[in-house]
C-alpha cells in the first residue's frame, strides 16, 4: 500500500475559519497554531490542554505527535510538533468554545 502525504483542506460550517490539514499516515495531522483556529482558542490555551492530556496519561506523546518539517513566513524551515486525530479529539472535548462543540456534535 503506497502512503502518500497530502494536505486537505478543512473549512468550517460557519465558513470563516479554513486550515490546511496534513494528511499522512491514514490520520491528520495539525500543529499548535492550527489547533488554535480550529477550536478558536488561542496558543497558550490550547498548550495548556495538550500538557493536560500527556500529563494525565490520556495518550501517550511518542505515539501521536510527528515533527513535520514547516516554511515559516521567513522562508527558513523549521521543525514543527503536529498532534495526530486523536490528540485533536482529545483537546476538542476539553476546550470550551463554540468550534469545539460542533466538532464533538459532527
Known sequence: ME?????????ASDGQ????????NETIWLNRQQLSVLFDR???TIGKHLNNVFKEGELEQKIVVAKFA??????????????NLDV???VGYR???KRGTQLKLN
Open 70 to 83: 514547516t516554511t515559516a513566513k521567513d522562508g527558513k524551515s523549521y521543525e514543527t510538533e503536529h498532534y
Open 95 to 97: 476546550v470550551k468554545s
Open 17 to 24: 475559519t479554513q486550515i490546511d490539514v496534513q494528511l499522512q
Open 42 to 44: 488561542d496558543i497558550k
Open 88 to 90: 485533536i479529539i482529545s
Open 3 to 11: 502512503n502518500k502525504d497530502q494536505i486537505v483542506i478543512y473549512k
